[in-house]
């Protein structure tokens, strides 16, 4: 945004101050380019079955121990030592290979 604030005063301000305002504008904008670079790195990649600990599920089949539950939109095949029937929420502990282990 910055950079295009630049180009545009470059067009719009006399002679000499179009030149000092765009190298103000460009030095703004590759300090916020180098912000966002560090806070960018620096946050770890949050994908895949992790992200599912913790996460509520309602079951689909009964889990009396093996059973199916949708979590987030998608059914993954669960495992529920204490037993749930369908319709009931529960949430995720662990994940063993595919399979979530979860609790009522």
Do not use: D
Not at 1 to 18: A, D, E, Q, R, T
């Amino acid at each position: 945004m910055l950079l295009i604030v630049g180009l545009v005063l470059l067009f719009l301000l006399p002679s000499p101050w179009n030149f000092v305002a765009f190298a103000v504008c460009l030095a703004l904008f590759l300090g916020e380019l180098l912000a966002w670079n560090r806070t960018v790195r620096r946050r770890g990649v949050q994908v895949g079955a992790e992200t599912l600990i913790g996460r509520r599920g309602v079951v689909t089949t009964p889990c009396r121990p093996a059973g199916q539950v949708r979590v987030g939109g998608e059914l993954w095949e669960a495992r529920c030592e204490s037993g749930a029937g369908p319709g009931e929420t529960v949430t995720v502990t662990a994940r063993n290979g595919l399979v979530l282990v979860v609790e009522p």
